[in-house]
């Protein structure tokens, strides 16, 4: 099946710096991504939608200076955290829609849990 | 924007029992509604899903039905076991962007 990796799995920071999180669809391209962010025992939120060679469409609320998002190949998209605070500290989960697949389909990587200091 | 709506927040239920989750969402044009079940700390994993040709489907122990005139839709898990225990997600889609939009969730407790 399409696997989707996330790297880091886990990444302790200090206030103010910044932190790159990668997702990669390892056997199947994407030509687009989902960001989401979910706290503790709450719901997956949909932040942006990554889409290869073009820029990252927003839900409303969420602050693409602060969330910079590049989709750089039909394999790899990047969410940037930057002058990260603590109240940033999150589960950042992405998914991947194959092209291939059903045009509904999602496939999700395991997560990065962020903790801002 | 699509607002789903996930009942109850948790839920917990005999080893053997029935589960049923509910969601409602609030975009008519939603037209693909997925299930999830998210282990702590680890990703969502699709457990079914249904698109709005369908009103009912089936896999082995698990079922989703759907109302369009009502807009909601649910999932049902017959003969609970312990390994169902976890966190289900609702989600509603638009083919449009197909963008995901989750409920709130249920943690769901089977007691052996």
């Known amino acids: 099946g399409a696997v989707v990796s996330q790297h880091p799995s886990r990444v302790i920071c200090k206030s103010g710096t910044s932190v790159k999180i990668e997702c990669r669809s390892l056997?199947?391209?994407?030509?687009?991504m989902f960001w989401y962010r979910q706290f503790p025992k709450k719901s997956l939120m949909l932040m942006a939608t990554?889409?290869?060679?073009?820029?990252?469409?927003?839900e409303q609320g969420v602050e693409k200076d602060k969330f910079l998002i590049n989709h750089a190949s039909l394999t790899l998209s990047t969410l940037t955290v930057t002058s990260a605070h603590p109240e940033d500290s999150s589960f950042y989960i992405c998914s991947a829609r194959a092209e291939s697949s059903s045009y509904n389909e999602q496939f999700f990587g395991p997560g990065t849990r962020l903790t801002v200091l | 924007g699509e607002n789903v709506e996930q009942h109850p927040s948790t839920l917990s239920v005999q080893e053997g029992d029935s589960a049923v989750i509910k969601c409602t969402y609030s975009d008519s044009a939603s037209n693909y509604f997925p299930w999830y079940k998210q282990e702590l700390g680890k990703r969502p994993q699709l457990i079914i899903d249904i698109r709005s040709n369908v009103g009912e489907k089936k896999d082995q122990r698990i079922a989703v039905t759907l109302n369009k005139t009502a807009k909601h839709f649910s999932l049902h898990i017959t003969e609970t076991q312990p390994e169902d225990s976890a966190v289900y997600f609702c989600a509603a889609s638009l083919n449009t962007g197909n963008q995901f939009y989750f409920g709130t969730g249920t943690s769901l407790t089977v007691i052996p």
């Open positions: 990554s889409n290869e060679g073009s820029k990252a469409t927003y």
């Open positions: 056997d199947f391209q994407a030509t687009t």
